[in-house]
């Protein structure tokens, strides 16, 4: 798991408890997950992460006004669900994310805990 850099990761080196994390990675550091930065302003080195946070603008603030960040929130995840369920991506050979990740869960049980439908977002949550 990347982020950009030191920009976005912020740090208390002072204070009583010392050096304190940003959440995120003290989160990955608790789920064995390694996190690794990538350079500032290097957009090239996380392609596919700044592609799809490219992607999800021009569906929303690019394209509509929000009058609060509630409206904007529930147009972002609505949108994520629609992308998740319903658009085919060719780099999935035309599956749409959820069919991937429910073939591959399929074929490699061992490396679910648990059915990933119950960590994706619904039209009704």
Known sequence: MTDNGVQFVQRDQGGPLGWIGHIFGRVCEQNGIEHRLTKPYHPWTNGQAERMVRTIK??????????????????????????????????????????????????KPDIFNMKPLHHMLGLNT
């Open 58 to 107: 021009e569906a929303t603030v690019k394209s509509f006004h929000y009058t609060s960040i509630n409206e904007l929130r529930r147009h972002v995840r609505d949108w994520l669900v629609a992308y998740n369920f319903a658009k085919q991506l060719k780099a999935l050979r035309f599956k749409t994310t959820y069919e991937a990740i429910e073939e591959l869960r399929k074929s």
